[in-house]
């Protein structure tokens, strides 16, 4: 029962062939078979959640029948729970109760979701492999010398591994779709705007946005059902109307035009991977799409305004992790600056104060305009590509990732893990919904193919994945854990 | 040498809104610390500002009110600085699209003469908490309560040329916002705040010399000594033959002197950029008509209308519409007593001595606009004479009872009664015979110290006129 | 742009962070690749471009002026390191 997919554990409660209890409890003995080894959750919270699934069984009997009612989740530790530690992945909140909960997280409880506990990150999202977190990295399922990819790393681990029915994740640069693709499963980033971001704690305010992580597009859609919307606690909340995104799930790709960016099949992408996500466009074509190359001019700069833009909002954004009010203090500080700087400095990783460096320097006087306005205006640039190129497309197909995941300490080189984003970064720059969807295998790993709409083009970039998913199986691919358990 | 000193400043005023400027956490003075502290407010992680809408139609009725471009688009920024009563480690203000533009201001000084003064503009921007240096076992203490409550901060043209015309636009600028009714701009309080920015250049010289910033001064008798001792100290140090350093410093009023404020190894460094959590800030000519259209009568349409309609001087119309209280003060008993003349004098004369001599504002003064209204009311009734009055007065800053009551309780009332006032006449002439050859023989000032006895005999309250006019008659 | 550990120790003051002597030559190289890759950007030109600031077109909303909280003292300084009569404590504040 565990490995099915939201909207199979939805219709299984409903039917009655299990209650959320007893659905409950076996993913809490799944967690604890395994979280070990894998080291996904941080936090376990086995007996609000299984207050939680009582309710929902008492709801059910009678007569709810709200589409995710009893589906147990985890949430991506980035997402404040009010009366549960609220980490960020960092030991600057490694003993911080939220104190109320995200938005996110209270369309969850109201659709009566479980919350089983909070999911393993890498430190403030920063990160791409989730070896940045302070509770030490997150295993592959699929082969645990490997990362799961990053941020959302925990999130992705969980449900290739069946720890959870689904899971949130958030994405600034990639952090949803790159671990999807890494652990084989289903990650989609919805426009910038369409989820609150209230009690989701920042990294890169014009950037981040937070998302499904979970077993199939189909999933992914009610699971945006029950996330996106207006928020007036998030000024940047767009005010557009939601709409039910699993109703255009059932709509032919017959007519439907693909842009295939020449610079995403480019110099640095794998063989294999090159292989998947042909094949699965020639999977495309069967369905009646066609294909076309498009050009995004401005993609290799991508990585480079990223890397002014999120580390400049994040070295403001972490500004109040100061010792004062929440979150860790150093021992004994002697005096006010003493404070700052060794609370900031013990408790934050290095990635994380690598970037917050990075950002304060290309803020600091003389250089923003070299650095933070260039970077806007590149980011103008890219925009303006991803426009051009849906005038003549519906969808942008490419890559995830240009490899697999790649092993446990592989890269120690920052800029190296920057361009693991190469392909995922830009639609964060322009905002713009993507999702990685698993799209074949090399060497036993998970390839990650990823779809990009329009603004606001939720449903349809939902619909090109799921009809893909009706067409293949390799959404239904599940690592062998039998070794890994105890 | 000659010299010329060049004048800024940049005022805060505290709108006074009912929440804070991101936050629906209340934003009174006074309450107890960190009570109005919320999760936003203390920058909890996650949270996000949402912007509150009276504080932009506070901001565009004050630039409305000085004339000033009114930005179509206001832009928020983050300004990044560490202190413990900053809790997010940033300020949101707004750097390059202000929510005010140029304006300006006329300024009255104390010759009569008045000034214009340029106003660069007006920004939106949150406020700091406090830290509180009472001893907790060698620590300070934050309150946060403050945080995060609505600031307009002023910035002038450097036009200002002395102390006591900068004191004089601090109380034009005091004077529109509570006109407005935007802000209680108390000093004492710190809901208007002053940084001054000095400089002083050779007189003709057009370059401006190096300045200095004066921080936080919590009174308009401060700003002048300051500005005086700053001004002093920089020509003191120039004709040394040292030179002016760009600093920030205190005013230290005890010692009367200005004193340089601890720099950092590392100059500060703000690392404004556009706050990602808000959007551009954007209003039309309909939202500012709407604005336009609530605007009250400000301090210099009024000080020309009461000229013109109670007849008073320029100075007096300028006095009495300083501060907005006064105005309505004045205005209320002016009609109701009916004599708009002998009220200014009231008001400008035995009730601006009290409130000086007290050190209260007008809201706080003993004698309320109904009873002074009164007061007057009865002098010109001939109830009581205008002497009688100032004991009444005087009465009334102890007792809170009406007029009337008071006159009659104190048998103060004005003795008008022909009877009465012919026994007194009598008695005087009696009394003062030699006087009273003096008149018959046509000395015609001795009838003042006649009447004189008459009211003396009378403690006062004998209607003079009355007096004058028996003694006359009797001593035909 | 050159970056050398003077910058380094620049930058790590205005953002408060401790670097010691010992990691600064590290920390110096990792943002001088870092910062090698950002200026791949100064290879275009942008001079007539308009800057994005954010993805979202839109102009901000507001709120009516309403006190839609109330007090959490004790609760919120819970979370604190360290608390007393109401204040949040600190290093002594010298100005």
Redesign the interface.
């Known amino acids: 029962m565990i490995e099915k997919t939201a909207a199979e554990l939805a219709s299984a409660l409903n039917n009655g062939e299990i209650s959320s209890v007893e659905l409950t409890q076996a993913y809490l003995d799944r967690i604890s078979a395994h979280n070990e080894q894998l080291n996904a959750f941080i936090t376990v919270c086995e007996e609000s959640a299984l207050n939680q699934a009582k309710a929902a069984d008492e709801k059910r009997a009678n007569g709810d029948s709200t589409p995710l009612l009893g589906v147990p989740m985890a949430h991506k530790d980035i997402f404040c729970t009010e009366g549960v530690t609220t980490s960020c992945g960092s030991r600057m909140l490694h003993n911080f109760i939220a104190p109320y909960n995200a938005t996110v997280v209270e369309n969850f409880n109201a659709a009566g979701a479980v919350m089983l506990g909070k999911t393993n990150m890498d430190e403030f999202a920063m990160g791409s492999s989730n070896e940045t977190s302070f509770f030490g990295p997150v295993r592959n399922p699929w082969d645990l010398e490997r990362v799961p990819g990053g941020s959302s790393g925990g999130s992705a681990a969980a449900i290739a591994a069946d720890l959870c029915g689904m899971a949130t994740g958030t994405d600034t640069g990639g952090s949803i779709r790159q671990p999807a693709a890494f652990c084989g499963i289903t990650g989609f980033k919805p426009s910038y705007g369409r989820v609150s971001r209230w009690g989701m704690i920042a990294f890169a305010s014009s950037l981040d946005q937070a998302g499904p992580i979970c077993k199939s597009a189909e999933d992914a859609a009610l699971m945006t059902n029950v996330m996106a919307g207006l928020d007036i606690k998030d000024s940047t909340s767009a005010d557009i109307a939601t709409e039910d995104y699993t109703a255009q799930l059932g709509q032919s790709l017959e007519g439907i035009k693909i842009g295939i960016p020449k610079q995403h099949f480019a110099e640095g992408l794998s063989t294999g991977v090159e292989q998947s996500i042909r094949d699965a466009l020639a999977e495309y074509e069967k369905l009646g799409a066609t294909l076309k190359e498009i050009d995004l001019p401005n993609n290799h700069l991508s990585v480079s305004a990223y890397y002014v833009v999120a580390p400049a909002e994040a070295s403001a954004n972490l500004s109040r992790y100061d010792g004062v009010r929440y979150g860790y203090r150093c021992e004994n500080p002697v005096d006010l600056e003493d404070m700052y700087k060794r609370t900031r400095s013990e408790g934050f990783g290095d990635e994380v104060k690598r970037r917050i460096m990075v950002g304060t320097y290309a803020l600091s006087a003389g250089f923003y305009d070299a650095y933070y306005r260039k970077a806007q205006k590149i980011r103008r640039l890219i925009k303006n590509d991803f426009d051009a190129a849906f005038k003549d497309v519906d969808v942008v197909i490419g890559p995830t990732s240009p490899h697999t995941a790649f092993k446990l300490g592989a890269k120690t080189d920052p800029v190296a893990m920057y361009l693991e984003d190469i392909y995922t970064i830009a639609v964060n720059l322009a905002g713009l919904p993507g999702i990685s969807i698993p799209a074949g295998m090399s060497d036993g790993l998970p390839i990650g193919m990823h779809i990009v709409g329009n603004d606001f083009a939720e449903s349809r970039v939902l619909n090109v994945a799921h009809q893909f998913q009706l067409a293949t199986d390799w959404h239904k691919q599940k690592p062998d854990l039998s070794g890994a358990g105890s | 040498m000659e010299w010329e000193t060049v004048i800024g400043l940049e005022v805060h005023v505290s709108l006074s809104t009912k929440s804070k400027l991101f936050s629906g956490t209340a934003s009174e003075f006074g309450a107890d610390p960190n009570t109005q502290a919320n999760i936003f407010d203390l920058a909890m992680p996650g949270t996000l500002p949402v912007f509150n809408e009276e504080a932009l139609r506070m901001a565009v009725k004050f630039g409305l009110a000085i004339d000033a471009e009114i930005g179509k688009r206001s832009v928020f920024d983050r300004k990044n600085y560490f202190y413990p009563d900053l809790p997010k480690g940033y300020q949101v203000t707004q750097l390059d699209f202000p929510t005010v533009g140029k304006g300006s201001l006329t300024i009255n000084l104390e010759d009569g003469s008045e000034r214009v003064i340029g106003v660069t503009r007006a920004h939106i921007e949150e406020n700091a908490g406090k830290s509180l240096h009472e001893d907790f076992h060698g620590m300070s203490g934050i309150d946060l309560n403050r945080a995060g409550e609505p600031l307009l901060e002023i910035v002038s043209e450097p036009e200002i040329r002395n102390a006591k015309e900068a004191v004089a636009y601090l109380k034009k600028l005091h004077s529109i916002v509570r006109y407005l009714d935007i802000s209680d701009a108390i000093m004492a309080q710190g809901s208007m705040r002053c940084d001054v920015n000095v400089s002083i250049r050779p007189k003709g010289e057009t370059e401006l010399g190096t300045r200095t910033e004066i921080k936080n001064i919590n009174s308009f008798r401060f700003v002048e000594k300051a500005i005086n001792s700053e001004v002093q100290r920089q020509q003191d140090v120039i004709e040394d033959g040292g030179r002016v350093v760009q600093e920030t410093r205190r005013y230290d009023a005890d010692r009367d002197e200005t004193f340089s404020m601890r720099s950092k190894e590392f100059a500060n460094d703000y690392r404004y950029f556009p706050e990602p959590d808000l959007l551009p800030v954007e209003i039309d000519d309909d939202y500012i008509d709407a604005v336009r259209a609530t605007l009250p009568e400000l301090p210099d349409a009024r000080k020309t209308r009461f000229a013109a309609d109670y007849g008073l001087s320029e100075y007096d119309a300028g006095v009495l519409t300083a501060t907005r209280e006064m105005a309505e003060y004045f205005e209320s008993v002016a009609k109701d007593s009916g004599d708009a003349k002998l009220t200014a004098n009231w008001v400008m004369g035995d009730l601006q001595a009290l409130l000086n001599k007290n050190d209260w504002t007008i809201d706080q003064s003993p004698i309320q606009a109904d009873r002074l209204a009164t007061l007057i009311a009865r002098i010109k009734d001939n109830t009581i004479s205008g002497k009688i009055a100032k004991t009444v007065f005087e009465t009334m800053i102890e007792d809170s009872a009406g007029v009337d009551e008071i006159i009659e309780k104190q048998g103060l009332k004005q003795v008008t009664d022909s009877g009465a006032i012919e026994k007194l006449v009598d008695e005087v002439i009696a009394n003062n015979p030699d006087q009273v050859q003096q008149f018959k023989d046509g000395k015609e000032q001795v009838l003042g110290y006649l009447v004189g006895q008459a009211m003396k005999l009378s403690q006062g309250k004998a209607n003079p006129g009355q007096v004058n006019q028996l003694l006359r008659e009797k001593m035909q | 742009?050159a970056?050398d550990r003077s910058?380094?120790e620049?930058?790590?003051?205005?953002?408060?962070?401790?670097?010691s002597d010992a990691e600064a030559d590290e920390?110096t190289s990792?943002?001088t690749?870092?910062?090698?890759?950002?200026?791949?950007?100064?290879s275009?030109d942008?001079d007539s471009?308009?800057?994005?600031?954010?993805?979202?077109d839109?102009?901000?909303?507001?709120?009516?002026?309403?006190?839609?909280?109330t007090?959490?003292?004790e609760?919120?300084?819970k979370?604190?390191?360290?608390a007393?009569?109401?204040?949040?404590?600190?290093?002594?504040?010298?100005?």
């Open positions: 742009m970056f910058e380094v620049k930058v790590a003051h205005l953002a408060r962070l401790h670097i920390v990792r943002i690749d870092i910062l090698e890759l950002i200026d791949k950007m100064q275009v942008t471009v308009e800057p994005l600031a954010h993805p979202l839109v102009k901000q909303r507001v709120r009516p002026d309403q006190v839609t909280e007090d959490r003292r609760q919120l300084q979370l604190a390191p360290e007393e009569s109401g204040l949040y404590l600190v290093p002594k504040v010298i100005e």
